[in-house]
């Protein structure tokens, strides 16, 4: 149990539409990062937050886009979704005072864009 | 650019058999290491991480892996493989640049 939550757990939009997925860390988690795991791959980083403020961004297109909030809650928006957009999303939440790679992960959103 | 290769993609294992994953990195300083476990339907679980040290890394579950700097391997085994253990594993190389590369993993059959 990593105590980081997300939801919805499941998902399905049409292509054009735009979505947003939320993720709920403890409390003291205050780096969060996201990552897409498309069928059959392993995650691929999509940006990372700490305290509010973007702290690096992978290869992913402006249309994908996040917020932080202080209440160690954060959303993952996408814009203009693709086929190609239909993917499990992770968040992870490190804690204060260790290194922002040891991430402990939610369960993930699955989406389905047709 | 960091990466990670996981060259079996699957492997089938009798109960109670040890098992063996296969990692290898590229990454041009010292690299921090991990493994992760992800069961089906299900988020991804540290399994251990290599930062600096002892190569020899034991983890949870009884998965202990060893970091290799001249093969630029990260292997991971147990003894003795319970049912329990069938998921998918993925190794991950982060740096300090904040993100983790994972390989497209490895998934792991039990066999009774």
């Known amino acids: 149990e990593t105590g980081v939550t997300q939801s919805p757990t499941h998902l399905i939009k049409t292509r054009g539409q735009q979505v947003t997925l939320r993720c709920s860390s403890q409390?003291?988690?205050?780096?969060v990062s996201w990552y897409q795991q498309a069928l059959g791959q392993g995650p691929q980083f999509i940006f990372q937050?700490?305290?509010?403020?973007?702290?690096g961004r992978g290869n992913f297109p402006p249309r994908f886009s996040g917020l932080q909030f202080p209440n160690y809650s954060s959303e993952l928006n996408v814009n203009a979704l693709e086929l190609d957009d239909s993917a499990l999303y992770l968040c992870?939440?490190?804690?204060?005072?260790?290194?922002?790679?040891?991430?402990?992960f939610g369960p993930g959103t699955r989406l389905l864009v047709l | 650019a960091q990466s990670v290769t996981q060259p079996d993609i699957h492997i089938t294992v009798s109960e109670g058999a040890s098992l063996e994953l296969r990692c290898n990195y590229s990454?041009?300083?010292?690299?921090?290491l991990f493994w992760y476990v992800q069961s089906p339907g299900q988020g991804l679980q540290l399994l251990l991480k290599?930062?600096?040290?002892?190569?020899l890394v034991q983890g949870i579950k009884g998965f202990e892996a060893e970091f290799k700097r001249s093969q630029s391997s990260f292997n991971l085994r147990k003894p003795s493989v319970h049912w329990s253990d069938a998921a998918e594993y993925f190794c991950?190389?982060?740096?300090?640049?904040?993100?983790?590369?994972f390989g497209a993993g490895t998934t792991v059959t039990v066999r009774a």
């Open positions: 409390s003291g988690h205050n780096t």
């Open positions: 990454y041009g300083a010292t690299p921090y």
């Open positions: 290599y930062f600096s040290g002892d190569t």
């Open positions: 991950a190389v982060g740096s300090n640049d904040y993100k983790l590369s």
């Open positions: 937050y700490y305290r509010e403020e973007e702290n």
């Open positions: 992870a939440s490190s804690p204060e005072g260790t290194r922002p790679e040891t991430q402990y």
